[in-house]
């Protein structure tokens, strides 16, 4: 016997509001994936709309290379507004 | 990894906990963390999913309309509540048959309440005004705990719990306000599901093994002693006001300590039902193995419709 595979679930609790991560379930197919997520992860509401994606298709980084992958960011201070100096009589910019 | 470089990298993981910062599934974590949490998670998972079958019990017999939707609600919750845990657990690399096959072979535990039987339907207003009342004790501090999967699936459960309560205690409160025979039935009720509820809080601190390495990581917050204090002072003033009386010949209120004293709790029978001697551990076992194994044929005929569907697919498109 096969084992059900795994999905990952995605829910919009409104329009305008994005697509965010809520779960995970077990279905054979993304059908079942589907209608499966709407009865665990939308009893109540919580969603307009509902993205399942198997979770062997997810790559993911490694928090053990966050140094190298997010660090560059940090000495780039010229890319924040606070970074420019401006005379006090301008107020809002 | 030599010893020492562990011991600095198990230093850091403590630190970020102490700092409140979450734990994710890829992170690094010492391989006791993962070890308690699955079996903590699991454990979790395996109560909600066993918690169904004392009221899926009754839902055939409701005495109304407006209870039985209700009823059936609650159960699907549960269902609910056991997956989001299930799939919380997965991350920590176990599969989903392996807890099964723990659960269905008695080397998982789950909740003991579960093990008692609910013989009328006051049962199912003890059971969701006390068991669902101190599980709720229980889980509203893990919405804090320190693994991030946990912790989410804790904030999702908690939101959900607090209607079953109510409706436990509603079913309580219409009974002890009926006829002698249904007070008399929520009575009994009380009677038979009070001392469980005691110790399903767990065991007294001086005998729980897990309770300081949990608080490190936040796996708890207070101790079982505390939880238990706090369950019973909240349900006391609950009980007097729907008339019925806490079968607790030692209940009063302690005016210095403001809290109630209460009477010794029999940890013989709380062991016994652990060690799978309850009234209901092994129809428990068999109801659950049972559902699993004649469910199995139609798992494997899903399967086989997605590859099939999935073959239909590639060949088209070919």
């Not at chain 1, 919580?46 to 790559?59: F, M, P, Y």
């Not at chain 2, 734990?23 to 909600?48: G, L, N, V």
């Not at chain 2, 009380?190 to 065991?203: A, D, F, K």
């Not at chain 2, 590859?307 to 239909?312: A, D």
């Amino acid at each position: 016997m096969k084992n059900w595979p795994l999905w990952e679930v995605f829910v919009r609790s409104k329009n305008g509001l994005e697509h965010r991560h809520c779960g995970s379930l077990h279905a054979a197919d993304e059908d079942m994936a589907l209608e499966n997520a709407r009865d665990v992860y939308t009893r109540r509401s919580e969603g307009v709309s509902i993205w399942v994606v198997k979770s062997s298709n997810i790559t993911a980084s490694n928090p053990d290379n966050n140094g190298e992958l997010f660090e560059p960011a940090h000495d780039k201070v010229y890319r924040h507004p606070t970074f420019y100096e401006l005379p006090d009589e301008v107020k809002h910019m | 990894m030599s010893e020492e470089q562990i011991r600095s990298l198990e230093r850091q993981f403590d630190e970020r906990i102490a700092r409140d910062e979450k734990i994710e599934p890829k992170d690094w974590m010492p391989e006791k963390y993962r070890k308690t949490h699955i079996r903590q998670m699991s454990q979790h998972a395996h109560s909600e999913i066993v918690g169904m079958l004392p009221e899926g019990n009754w839902i055939s017999r409701a005495p109304s309309l407006r209870r039985k939707v209700a009823l059936l609600a609650k159960v699907q919750d549960e269902a609910g509540h056991g997956l989001y845990l299930y799939s919380a657990t997965e991350t920590l690399g176990i599969s989903r048959e392996e807890m099964y096959e723990q659960l269905h072979t008695g080397k998982a535990k789950y909740s003991s309440i579960f093990n008692y039987p609910t013989i009328s339907w006051a049962d199912m207003g003890a059971v969701g005004w006390l068991v669902d009342g101190a599980a709720i004790i229980n889980q509203v501090p893990l919405c804090n705990t320190s693994y991030g999967p946990y912790a989410r699936a804790m904030i999702r459960v908690c939101k959900e719990e607090s209607f079953h309560q109510r409706q436990g205690f509603e079913i309580m409160m219409k009974l002890a306000n009926g006829s002698p025979e249904q007070k008399d039935m929520a009575q009994d009720a009380l009677n038979r599901w009070w001392w469980p509820s005691l110790m399903m809080l767990g065991p007294t601190d001086a005998e729980s093994i897990h309770t300081e390495q949990s608080m490190k990581w936040k796996l708890k917050r207070k101790s079982n002693d505390d939880l238990r204090q706090q369950f019973i002072d909240q349900t006391v003033p609950q009980a007097e006001l729907i008339g019925l009386t806490i079968p607790d010949p030692d209940l009063k209120w302690n005016e210095e300590r403001q809290s109630y004293d209460f009477g010794e709790i029999n940890w013989d029978e709380f062991w016994q039902v652990v060690k799978g001697h309850g009234p209901m551990n092994k129809h428990r076992m068999k109801a659950r193995v049972g559902a699993w194994e004649e469910g199995a044929w139609v798992r494997d005929a899903a399967m086989a419709h997605a590859e099939k569907k999935q073959e239909r697919k590639q060949k088209e498109a070919v």
